[in-house]
């Protein structure tokens, strides 16, 4: 595990042959294993990242309370065969004197964007200095944070990044509830009450199987299972061209049904998507392995 950016990139000069980009902001589940896990199966070395970045946090959002356990993660980084945990203080990223922000533009201004302005400039601005310095050849993102995966890309795109953006598919218990560091705070009720959002999503989809291709029927299915469940305030249930995120007029592929809500007061994310080749990878068929590859020696602190 390395700490700082001279030992970064020490550690990256010892990896041999291609690697995959993980980031995460730590408090890891399953979902974050399946990015480290198809990262695994298709390169030889994978840096992951630990790092919760204040700068996408909104002034009514705590960053202190962002659920952390550093050495947890790190073991089951460790199991899972990474070879470089980067796990940086916030000074390292962010040092006195910085004063550079990302935008990427529409994309990071609507739906999510809306609702949390600022949000997705915090994302962009980390994401383009984690690419910067550990200079990977592909990202590994999950669907969860669908908006997330069009505005890296479209970064990636816009500034000549030579790294892929691999979208993995959302992991989900199985009652059907999205993977979340944030689904630790969801008390005993509250956490039965959390699968409004995905039976909202089910039901919509439902719907567009049978046929149904109205947008605000689409929505309004979404919305209805999380309207009725007393624990939770919708924030938003909305169906959006998959790429641009931009409003459609009528239910045709390839679309992004995406929903937002707080359910016994954690704030709660999902989405469905209708469409041919929108995720690179299904989670639920890349399997765990041991990769041949470790890094050569150990640097920085454990």
């Known amino acids: 595990m390395v700490r700082n950016r001279a030992d970064l990139a020490a550690a990256r000069g010892d990896l041999q042959g291609s690697v995959g980009l993980v980031p995460t902001m730590g408090a890891l589940h399953g979902g974050h294993l399946a990015l480290v896990r198809a990262a695994g199966a298709a390169q030889e070395a994978v840096l992951a990242t630990l790092f919760v970045n204040p700068t996408q946090f909104g002034p009514e959002e705590d960053v202190a309370a962002y659920p952390r356990d550093e050495a947890g993660d790190l073991a089951l980084f460790e199991q899972a065969g990474v070879a470089v945990a980067f796990a940086p203080p916030v000074e390292e990223i962010y040092p006195t004197g910085f004063s550079t922000t990302v935008r990427v533009g529409e994309l990071a201004a609507v739906v ?111 919305a209805a299972p999380i309207r009725a469940e007393p624990m939770a305030q919708l924030d938003y249930a909305s169906v959006r061209d998959a790429h641009t995120l931009r409003p459609v007029a009528r239910a045709d592929p390839p679309l992004a049904l995406l929903v937002a809500a707080r359910v016994g007061g954690v704030r709660l994310i999902d989405n469905a998507l209708i469409g041919e080749g929108l995720v690179d990878v299904d989670a639920r068929h890349v399997q765990p392995r041991h990769p041949p590859w470790r890094r050569r020696r150990e640097r920085g602190a454990h």
């Not at 964007?113 to 999950?142: C, E, I, M, Q, W």
């Not at 979340?180 to 719907?207: D, H, K, Q």
């Open 112 to 222: 999510e964007g809306a609702s949390r302005p600022g949000h997705f400039d915090g994302v962009a601005t980390v994401v383009a200095k984690l690419l910067h310095l550990t200079r990977p050849d592909s990202a590994y993102f999950g669907q969860k944070d669908w908006q997330q995966t069009r505005v890296i890309r479209r970064l990636v795109e816009d500034l000549n990044v030579p790294a892929r953006v691999i979208v993995v598919g959302t992991v989900r218990e199985p009652d059907g509830l999205a993977m979340s560091s944030r689904n630790r705070w969801l008390g005993g009720p509250a956490r039965g009450a959390a699968t409004c959002l995905v039976r909202g999503l089910r039901e919509a989809i439902a719907r567009w199987d049978a046929g149904e291709r109205g947008v605000d029927a689409l929505e309004a299915a979404i």
